[in-house]
């Protein structure tokens, strides 16, 4: 089945910084999805990508979805202490459900 | 605009017992998937239901069954707990048979003892 590959697995970054993390799938994906999972709470979604190069931002936050159609970036910029969590990226590809990554688990020191 | 309930938030069982989850989706969505989430893990996909009946299910055993009802609400049935099925059980829904766009609940943490 489709396997997603998420890094980095944890960042620890001051206030201010930005941030980028990055998914990669064994497969061709249609869609890519974006989410964010605060402790005790379920995943929120942030941005969708349904398009090859596609560039989409929501405030601070910055998604592409890859050339390739296997890769999908998520870029924070001037982190704020809220940006705290875990990042999941989300694909979906034919008649496939959407498949998670492992997240990426984010610290911002202020 | 309501969004996605889960009952109960909480919940302990022992090995080998019967347990039943609910979901009540988002306003104007038809489509419900429930995820399993292990401890330090992604959500998994356990399966979905589009207009009551089943649309897609994931590597899981039979045990693991569902329903979903006229009103677009759910339920999630497990038989015969194992110990690793202690996780945060997720629910999404969506719109229409495709609907990629999940809206999540918050869960419900199971631990079985």
């Known amino acids: 089945g489709q396997q997603l590959n998420q890094s980095p697995q944890s960042m620890f970054i001051q206030e201010g910084e930005d941030v980028s993390m990055n998914c990669t799938s064994s497969?061709?994906?249609?869609?890519w999805l974006w989410y964010k999972q605060d402790p005790g709470e379920g995943p929120v979604l942030l941005i969708a990508?349904?398009?090859?190069?596609e560039l989409t931002s929501n405030g601070r936050l910055t998604a592409q979805f890859g050339i390739t159609r296997k890769d999908s970036f998520l870029n924070i910029s001037a982190s704020i202490p809220s940006d705290v969590g875990i990042y999941f990226c989300?694909?979906?590809?034919?008649?496939?459900?959407?498949?998670f990554g492992k997240g990426t688990k984010l610290t911002v020191n202020p | 605009e309501t969004g996605v309930t889960q009952s109960p938030t909480h919940l302990i069982k022992t090995r080998g017992q019967q347990v039943t989850l609910r979901c009540s989706s988002q306003?104007?969505?038809?489509?419900v998937s429930w995820y399993q989430q292990a401890l330090g893990q992604g959500p998994q996909f356990i399966f979905q239901?589009?207009?009551?009946?089943?649309?897609g299910r994931g590597n899981f055993p039979p045990r693991f069954s569902g329903l979903q009802f006229p009103n677009y609400s759910s339920e999630l049935n497990v038989n015969a707990l194992e110990l690793d099925d202690s996780a945060l059980y997720l629910c999404?829904?969506?719109?229409?048979?495709?609907?990629?766009?999940?809206?999540f609940g918050s869960g419900t943490q199971l631990s079985v003892l």
């Open positions: 999404a829904s969506s719109e229409g048979q495709g609907g990629e766009k999940l809206f």
């Open positions: 497969s061709i994906f249609n869609t």
């Open positions: 990508l349904y398009k090859a190069g």
């Open positions: 989300a694909g979906k590809g034919g008649s496939e459900k959407l498949v």
């Open positions: 306003s104007g969505h038809n489509t």
């Open positions: 239901y589009y207009r009551e009946e089943e649309n």
